[in-house]
């Protein structure tokens, strides 16, 4: 161990993030609820993490592709219907899917049971359209297709058009 090491103060303001079980962004869209763990602000916009609750019989986002970041998800519980391009996959606890940018993806839960997820965006672009669409629904109007596709729209994302 270097002096400096041995001699250095903790910082004033610790680079470690710890995000408790009643901490973090909640984010309600729907029959969703998102608790963002990392928004980004903390990895130098590398990496955000959130949690999403998915209700019984939730029906996601419509099927998309983002231009510039990864999406990761992790299963905590229950099942979640990944639908990429026009395959189907049924992801239970403990199962990881990773999407990359220009892959068509939308999920859903199809089950009687709540599932839970986590995710991952590197970088962190894409957890900003998640608050537009809470601001959306905070100022009264419709979650149109049209809204979602605008907001979509802001952060390299478009709808999967192409697809039959």
């Known amino acids: 161990m270097t002096e400096d090491a041995k001699t250095s103060k903790a910082q004033a303001d610790p680079a470690v993030s710890v995000v408790g079980p009643g901490d973090g962004e909640t984010i309600i869209l729907g029959t969703t609820r998102m608790r963002v763990l990392e928004d980004g602000s903390r990895t130098g916009h590398r990496l955000a993490i959130a949690e999403s609750v998915l209700a019984p019989h939730t029906q996601g986002p419509p099927q998309h592709r983002h231009a510039r970041h990864d999406e990761g998800f992790y299963i905590l519980s229950g099942t979640v219907r990944f639908t990429v391009g026009n395959e189907d996959y049924d992801a239970t606890t403990g199962t990881l899917v990773m999407v990359p940018p220009g892959t068509p993806h939308t999920f859903a839960n199809p089950t009687g049971q709540p599932a839970v997820m986590l995710s991952t965006f590197t970088p962190d672009l894409y957890v900003q359209y ?35």
């Open 130 to 164: 998640f608050r537009d669409l809470q601001d959306v629904l905070a100022d009264g109007r419709p979650l149109t297709p049209q809204a979602n596709i605008d907001a979509m729209s802001r952060y390299a994302t478009e709808p999967a058009t192409d697809l039959d």
